[in-house]
Every structure is written in C-alpha cells, then in structure tokens.
C-alpha cells in the first residue's frame, strides 16, 4: 500500500468512528429525555461513579495540593513572593488540577469497567438478549451511566477541591510555616465564583465524556476476550485524550481573551 492510501485509509477509518460515536451519542441523549427512566440503575451508577472512586480522588487530590504548594514555595521565594501560595493552590485547583486530575481518575477506574462490563454483554449477546426481551439497551445500559457520570463529577471535583486545598493548608502551615488564619484568609479572597463554576462545568463535561466513551467501545466491541480487552484499553485512551482536549475548549470559553 503506497504512503497516500495508507493516509486516506487512517483518514476514513478515523472519519468512521466519528460519525459513529456521534451518532451513538446523539441517540443516547435522545433516551434522556424520554421515559422510562429507570432510576433504580440510575442510583446504582450513582454509587459506583461517585462513591467508590471517593477515596482514589481523595487521594489523589490531597497529594496534588501538598506538591503543588511545595513546588510554589520553591519558586516563589527566589522572588519574596511567598504570599501568593495560597493563591496559586487554591485557583490551580479549582480551575484546573482538580477536575482534569479527577476526571483521568474516574476515567482509568470507570471508564474501563463500563467498557469491560458492556463488551462481555456484547460479546455474550447479553445485549441482543435484552432486545429479544423487548428492554432497549440503550435505556438499560447506556442512559444510567451517562446520567450517574453527568450528576456525580461535578460533586467528586467539588470533594477534591476541598481535599486538595486543605492539603496545601497543612504543608504551608505545619511545614512552611504560614500563619494558618493568613493562609485561609489570603484562600477566600483569591478564590471567585467564576472559578468554581468553570471547575463544575468541565467536571460535568467530563463525567459526560467518560460515561460515553466507556458505554461506545463496550458497546462495539466484538471478538471475544481480546475484543473486550482492546474495548477497554480504547475507552481509556480515548476518554483521557478528549478530557485533555475538551479542558482547553472550555478554558478558552470561560477565561480566553
């Protein structure tokens, strides 16, 4: 195959899954808005999304925030600006590092499990067994996680920025010894509303763009064990490189010049 075709061969192929996850997602969101709804998988996605991956989003906030205040420090002291710790941790956080890292998180934890789930149904016509039974998958499998995922990020990013600012309190007060009532002080005025909007929008987006991904290569998966294997592998990937895109898309809306 010559170097043009091989090009316009990745070019339609890509092409291909675009119309085709477009299409899936326009009918997913279709299901939304029409009964029945059922809630009881609603709330069960619910728990799996938000509560399960509390404590790996915890985590992984807490840490961020003490580094990211240790890192700041060093910085800022070459120019006696110390003072503007607080600042950096707490808009960092909010606008960036917590949803992004939240959403990576929630989509290697997540994302591969609805992708596993989904794909051995596929693969064991579990699906097609539902749509004998006269129960769309999509109302069955597909609308329960994109509703859980779109409900409970923005509540997991708004955890960890808590999270993740009182760890940048504890290393700046017990081990770079701020005065604790300048620090939070010096918090509240430097967060605004407008950054804690934007975190929850992207968070939201986000919980969206997981839940679609995992749902879409679980749900055309095929070839047996393998099949479900690279389903997952994909669902991962993808979600974490339309996050990565996504983020700017919406940085550029709320803060672009």
């Known amino acids: ?18 119309g085709r996850l477009t299409i899936f997602a326009g009918t997913a ?23 399960y991956s509390l404590p790996v989003v915890g985590l992984t906030a807490i840490f961020s925030g003490m580094v990211l205040a240790l890192q700041s420090y060093t910085g800022f002291a070459r ?26 998180m929630v989509a290697g934890r997540i994302g591969a499990s609805m992708a596993a789930e989904i794909g051995t149904m596929r693969v064991t016509e579990q ?33 960890a920025d ?23 002080n010096s918090t509240y005025e430097a967060v605004k509303m407008l950054d804690v909007v934007s975190g929850v929008v992207k968070a939201a987006a986000f919980g969206f763009i997981i839940a679609l991904m995992g749902c879409y290569n679980g749900y055309y998966s095929k070839g ?11 669902a991962v990937v993808s979600a974490s490189i339309v996050i990565l895109i996504t983020n700017y898309v919406i940085t550029e809306m709320f803060f672009g010049t």
């Open 79 to 104: 120019f006696s600006a110390e003072t503007a710790i607080p600042n950096v941790v707490v808009i960092s956080l909010t606008r960036e590092l917590g949803p992004v890292l939240a959403g990576l």
């Open 127 to 159: 699906i097609d067994a539902l749509s004998t039974l006269s129960t769309n998958p999509f109302k069955y499998l597909v609308v329960p996680r994109l509703l859980a995922g779109l409900l409970m990020l923005p509540l997991l990013v708004l955890v």
């Open 1 to 18: 195959m010559n170097p043009l075709a091989l090009v316009g061969h990745v070019v339609l192929r890509f092409l291909g899954h675009v």
């Open 224 to 234: 047996g064990a393998q099949g479900v294997g690279a389903a997952t592998t994909n």
């Open 162 to 184: 808590a999270i993740g600012v009182a760890g940048g309190y504890v290393v700046s007060v017990y081990k770079l010894g701020f005065n604790p009532s300048v620090y939070i």
């Open 29 to 51: 969101l279709s299901h939304c808005l029409r009964p029945p709804i059922y809630g009881r998988l609603i709330g069960h996605q619910m728990i799996e999304i938000g509560f």
